[in-house]
């Protein structure tokens, strides 16, 4: 069975740190690309950051350059979605999500066919 299971969320003061994990099983994804997305509550789920697995090329939106970095370690099968500086606004279930996107809709959620079920991220002002 296909599984991404996201790990690494919790409490966090405003301007700390977290990395995320997510923990890719059942198959391997070298023509994938991995993608970070978040949902506060009465939001859409937004893009976050994504790594096209075979270069390792990562692609940000505009609030994470600078802040998030997602890397990959293919012998572990993982991404990573290290977050610094984070802000009460950054506040959200993350998820990560597998999809065989070839071109350049990697921040659209209807690219991604595998979904994890998300891990809570919350920030103290």
């Known amino acids: 069975q296909v599984q991404l299971a996201e790990s690494g969320g919790g409490l966090v003061q405003a301007g700390g740190s977290l990395r995320l994990s997510c923990v890719a099983s059942?198959?391997?994804?070298?023509?994938?690309?991995l993608g970070w997305f978040r949902q506060a509550p009465g939001k859409e789920r937004e893009f976050v950051g994504a790594?096209?697995?075979?270069?390792?090329?990562?692609y940000y939106a505009d609030f994470a350059k600078g802040r998030f970095t997602i890397s990959r370690d293919s012998a572990k099968n993982t991404v990573y979605l290290q977050m610094n500086s984070l802000k009460p606004d950054d506040a959200a279930v993350y998820h990560c999500?597998?999809?065989?996107?070839?071109?350049?809709?990697?921040?659209?959620?209807?690219?991604?066919?595998?979904w994890g079920q998300g891990t809570q991220v919350t920030v103290s002002s």
């Open positions: 059942g198959r391997t994804f070298g023509r994938y690309v």
């Open positions: 999500a597998a999809g065989p996107i070839s071109s350049g809709t990697y921040y659209y959620t209807g690219s991604y066919d595998l």
């Open positions: 790594i096209r697995w075979s270069s390792a090329i990562t």
